[in-house]
């Protein structure tokens, strides 16, 4: 069974710091997902990336594929009290079935 | 963008009676459809994956006759939670892949989710 492992698992920071959320497994994928979930909503897609080594930035965050496409990170950089939710990554292996991570759950502090 | 519904929002229901949840991709067609479950402060668990005009596919240790999926058309896609029962109680999201929009990305869009308590 593929295993996505997120770190850190929750994560409670003040307004203005940077913080890096980390996304990692054994296997390969074929492309790899971001998602931020609010409390009682379905996740809303941030990135996708799909070539190894490939990095993204959406504004304020930063997302990075691993070379060998097993792992990701995303790097928030001055946090804001908006960015507070529960961050998924997410793995696809082409057979358009996406497997989750174990989630972190952020606050982010007035 | 692509926008996925489900209905109802919430619902309450008594141990034993069933369920239905309906998912919908509202402007684009959805060959695909996955239905997620997820436990509070959890991450989501892949239940199945529906496909139009053929048997959904279930992930391993998700009972089929417990959780009846049915796609029976390129925008809807239901599960019936059936003889349902306090331990069901759960978050139900689902999601589509665009079919046009097929390839490296494999975009999927997720509904709103679905709280079902079964009391």
């Known amino acids: 069974t593929q295993l996505l492992e997120q770190s850190p698992q929750f994560l409670s920071i003040q307004e203005g710091e940077n913080l890096t959320v980390y996304c990692n497994s054994s296997?390969?994928?074929?492309?790899l997902q971001w998602y931020r979930q609010e409390p009682g909503e379905g996740p809303v897609l941030l990135v996708t990336?799909?070539?190894?080594?490939e990095v993204k930035k959406l504004k304020r965050l930063t997302f990075q594929f691993g070379d060998a496409r097993k792992d990701s990170s995303l790097h928030i950089t001055a946090a804001q009290p908006g960015d507070t939710g529960l961050y998924l990554c997410?793995?696809?292996?082409?057979?358009?079935?996406?497997?989750f991570g174990t989630g972190t759950r952020l606050k982010v502090l007035a | 963008g692509a926008v996925v519904s489900q209905h109802p929002s919430r619902v309450i229901c008594k141990s034993g009676t069933s369920v239905k949840i309906e998912c919908r991709s509202l402007d684009f067609q959805a060959t695909t459809m996955f239905w997620y479950r997820q436990f509070p402060k959890q991450s989501l668990m892949l239940m199945a994956t529906?496909?139009?005009?053929?048997?959904?596919?279930?992930e391993q240790g998700v009972e089929k006759d417990k959780f009846l999926i049915n796609h029976a058309s390129l925008t809807l896609s239901t599960l019936t939670v059936t003889s349902a029962h306090p331990e069901d109680s759960s978050f139900y999201i689902c999601?589509?892949?665009?079919?046009?929009?097929?390839?490296?990305?494999?975009?999927?869009?997720f509904g709103p989710g679905t709280r079902l308590t079964v009391l």
């Open positions: 296997s390969v994928f074929s492309s």
């Open positions: 997410a793995g696809g292996q082409g057979t358009y079935k996406y497997i």
């Open positions: 999601s589509a892949r665009d079919l046009w929009l097929a390839g490296a990305t494999d975009t999927q869009y």
């Open positions: 529906s496909n139009e005009g053929s048997k959904a596919t279930y």
């Open positions: 990336v799909v070539t190894g080594g």
